[in-house]
């Protein structure tokens, strides 16, 4: 069946999950209520955060709204793929329009790439808290801090057009399913023919791993001055007072490019689609699962914060 967009509505791509979670109605219904209440608890946890620092008003810092625009970003992210994956666990006809197709492909990477530079922007807060303290105030005014935060969403947008126009102007014939749980790359230029495809796919490649890469490089380049600050301080308190601030930033970071690094880095091979769709999925659903706990667990301002908010509504008598 030839894709083309003169075929808005009626050219669909079909998206068949169930294949790779398995045909059996209740390995569908496990995967269903795990990827269900992961998702819950990415949303609810997400919210918490955002509602925490709105509320709190000594969280009324730099590095706070970063987080907050952080949760605002992931939210969307898995918004865009993970519904339309529970739907299809749970439905008989997987299959999704062509003009979906290429809106889930570019939300997924607007908000996926908004994630990264926002953990870059954060790497880039803590380097100044670090190692410029008396300038911090300047630096990272109000101001300069929306326009950092703009850039990043106005960054996710522009590499979630370039590579879904890319993509979605390629001539799709032959075969229209898709051995993925979403629009991804990989399996969607499977299904193209033409000349330019080849050509099209080494570009989509090299602006997305160029983007992750220089986000990653310099977040580790913003690292490595901390730690050369970090071990100038000459009390064994204050060394661990600065790192614990960079704690849960630098464990996301390594949690997020990790994932991202198998997914984009590792070889290409004739059999490789079934990996790309498992560790797709633990990208999706485990990585946004994971980032409210650790933002939540090792930040001890923004768990007092919850603690001193919730508990207070839950038992006023008590606070």
């Not at 509320?55 to 907050?68: A, K, Q, V």
Request: charged content about 10%.
């Amino acid at each position: 069946m030839q894709l083309s967009k003169k075929f808005k509505y009626m050219r669909q791509v079909s998206s068949r999950p169930c294949e790779v979670l398995g045909d059996l109605l209740l390995y569908k219904l496990m995967f269903f209520l795990l990827f269900l209440l992961m998702y819950l608890f990415t949303l609810l946890g997400n919210l918490l955060i955002m509602t925490t620092i709105w509320s709190e008003h000594s969280l009324h810092t730099p590095m706070y709204l970063f987080l907050c625009a952080l949760s605002i970003s992931e939210i969307f992210y898995t918004f865009a793929i993970i519904p339309r994956m529970l739907a299809d666990l749970l439905s008989t006809l997987h299959s999704i329009a062509f003009l979906a197709c290429a809106s889930q492909m570019f939300f997924s990477f607007t908000f996926g790439f908004t994630h990264s530079f926002l953990l870059t922007v954060m790497g880039y807060d803590r380097y100044v808290a670090i190692c410029h303290p008396l300038r911090y105030n300047v630096l990272m005014s109000p101001r300069g801090c929306a326009c950092l935060v703009t850039w990043s969403w106005v960054g996710g947008s522009f590499m979630g057009t370039v590579v879904t126009t890319a993509i979605f102007n390629l001539t799709f014939c032959g075969p229209n399913e898709i051995h993925h749980f979403a629009c991804h790359v990989p399996p969607l230029l499977k299904l193209a023919c033409g000349e330019n495809v080849l050509e099209v796919a080494k570009g989509v490649g090299i602006v997305c791993i160029t983007a992750l890469l220089g986000c990653f490089l310099l977040i580790l380049l913003s690292y490595a001055f901390i730690v050369v600050t970090i071990l100038k301080i000459p009390s064994a308190e204050g060394r661990h007072k600065a790192f614990s601030t960079c704690a849960s930033h630098l464990t996301v970071v390594v949690v997020h490019y990790g994932f991202a690094s198998v997914i984009y880095l590792k070889p290409k091979g004739p059999k490789s689609l079934e990996g790309d769709t498992l560790m797709g999925i633990t990208y999706t659903v485990l990585t946004p699962f994971l980032s409210p706990i650790i933002f939540s667990l090792r930040n001890k301002e923004l768990k007092n914060a919850m603690k001193k908010i919730f508990l207070s509504k839950l038992y006023p008598e008590k606070i």
